[in-house]
């Protein structure tokens, strides 16, 4: 698998994985990607903007994430506490697995990948949230070494206000994560 940053004519498919993860919230009953965002919009956005990064097997798509590098500026507040304080980290956004690939490795290969490109950018710690009832990608966390830290609230968007569940990691310090 190859982890890189996602081309500008791969947009669509990235859409494509977004709304597969935004049916199966649906179908587990979450209002998250309920409004249409993430979309091909986003997609395209983070191409252009050098953001997006896509894992690919054999050509194929098989997950996507947005990777920010200046902070989440809905990350200022929390109820809770960022055991790092104030120290710089990389922000994840948008992960998703294609269908197909998911149950299997490469949700975990993934978030080796993050963590090696923040390793390479200076970062010692990552973060992300998520909803509170989105179990599996809660305990896909959990299990690559991510914490809950708090509550956050989003501002703007479709999901103004909406609590999400803020993680964090710690850069694991080799390649052998």
């Not at 500008?8 to 049916?23: G, K, M, N, Q, T």
């Not at 697995?97 to 978030?111: H, Q």
């Not at 830290?149 to 803020?166: E, F, K, T």
Request: proline share 6%; with cysteine.
């Amino acid at each position: 698998m190859e982890f890189r940053p996602l081309r500008p004519e791969e947009a669509e498919i990235a859409a494509v994985l977004f709304d597969e993860a935004r049916s199966g919230m649906r179908e587990m009953g979450l209002d998250q990607w309920q409004h249409g965002v993430p979309g091909l919009q986003n997609a395209r956005h983070d191409a252009a903007a050098g953001t997006g990064r896509a894992l690919v097997e054999d050509g194929a798509l098989c997950a996507v994430c947005t990777l920010l590098p200046d902070g989440e500026p809905d990350y200022a507040e929390i109820e809770g506490a960022w055991p790092s304080g104030g120290a710089p980290y990389l922000t994840v956004h948008r992960v998703t697995v294609r269908r197909a690939y998911r149950g299997g490795a490469v949700s975990a290969r993934l978030m080796q990948e993050i963590f090696a490109e923040a390793r390479r950018r200076g970062y010692r710690f990552v973060r992300i949230d998520t909803h509170p009832e989105n179990r599996p990608m809660r305990r896909m966390l959990e299990k690559n070494g991510f914490h809950a830290c708090g509550v956050i609230h989003l501002h703007g968007g479709p999901d103004d206000g909406a609590a999400r569940v803020a993680y964090e990691a710690a850069v694991p310090v080799s390649e052998a994560e």
